[in-house]
């Protein structure tokens, strides 16, 4: 059966790079890709079809031009803010998924992968360390310089940073607000994967989404529920939510682990069917 994806604007671009893999392209380069409310709306629909399609395991997020995402948009937050148009406060605390849909999204089951291809600041850089793999080119960029404009990264970047690279190197991206190169990111900061040229961002990252979709989908995102439930609660809770989870009754219920073991007891790769709906 054919896809068949919501319609967005231009500025957020879809396509089907290899089988059960989404790629999402931010599309406003000569914006750097700084972060609009159509651009984020069309982001918040995307994801939320991203999830409910069984046929797609795996997404790939990335941005045209020098950037994946400079962040927000802060000529039009300048605005706002002049005019006393918005209260910024309650509209972060309300929002269920943070910054473009990803900062603070911890209810999705499927990977998502980042192919960083240029700078990633500010929201730019809060969903890239909420990301489960990230890929980056050797000339990337990383900061939270929020500091720096009188504002704070309050999307979720604060103690996604501080888990991921401990306190001393947090305070050190956030309290700055100086940017940090790719290879200092994944050797120093620890949120990033891989470091290739250029050229190589977006095969490297779609490397990675074969090899995931290569696995049960159902125990892929049992096993992503896991990861994310050790985020956020102990250990022994995080194991007995994950046990009794949806995603948990899918894998043990469903058809992937019957063709997972038998395929290993004939000794021939499996052939995975998309998840059940529960």
């Known amino acids: 059966m054919p896809l068949s994806p919501p319609r967005l604007s231009d500025q957020i671009l879809l396509s089907f790079p290899a089988d059960h893999v989404l790629l999402v392209t931010f599309n406003r380069p000569k914006s750097l890709n700084a972060m609009s409310a159509q651009m984020s709306q069309d982001l918040k629909v995307a994801l939320e079809w991203f999830d409910e399609e069984p046929s797609l395991w795996v997404v790939i997020v990335t941005g ?46 499927k990977p998502i992968i980042a192919a960083v291809n240029g700078l990633a600041f500010g929201g730019g850089m809060e969903m890239v360390i909420n990301c489960d793999i990230v890929v980056a080119s050797e000339d990337a960029k990383f900061g939270l310089p929020e500091v720096k404009r009188g504002v704070v990264a309050i999307q979720g970047g604060i103690p996604r940073v501080t888990v991921v690279s401990g306190r001393q190197l947090a305070s050190e991206l956030l309290l700055t ?3 940090v190169s790719a290879q200092d990111a994944r050797d120093r900061f620890r949120f990033v994967n891989k470091v290739v040229p250029a050229s190589q961002v977006l095969p490297a990252a779609l490397d990675f989404a074969r090899q995931i979709v290569e696995n049960s989908p159902d125990a892929v995102q049992s096993t992503k529920k896991g990861i994310t439930l050790t ?20 894998v043990y219920k469903g058809e992937n682990i019957k063709e997972g073991l038998k395929a290993f007891v004939e000794k021939r790769p499996p052939n995975w069917k998309n998840p059940a709906k529960l």
């Not at 948009?73 to 406060?89: A, M, Y």
Request: proline content about 3%.
């Open 64 to 109: 045209t031009g020098r950037a994946f995402c400079a962040g927000a948009d802060l000529k039009s937050w300048n605005d706002n803010q002049q005019s006393g148009r918005t209260n910024e406060q309650e509209n972060v605390a309300s929002d269920l998924y943070g910054f473009g849909a990803i900062s603070r999204r911890a209810t999705s089951s």
């Open 177 to 179: 607000g100086n940017p």
């Open 231 to 250: 985020l956020h609660y102990p250990v022994d809770e995080a194991f007995n939510v994950n046990v009794w989870s949806n995603e948990s009754a899918r």
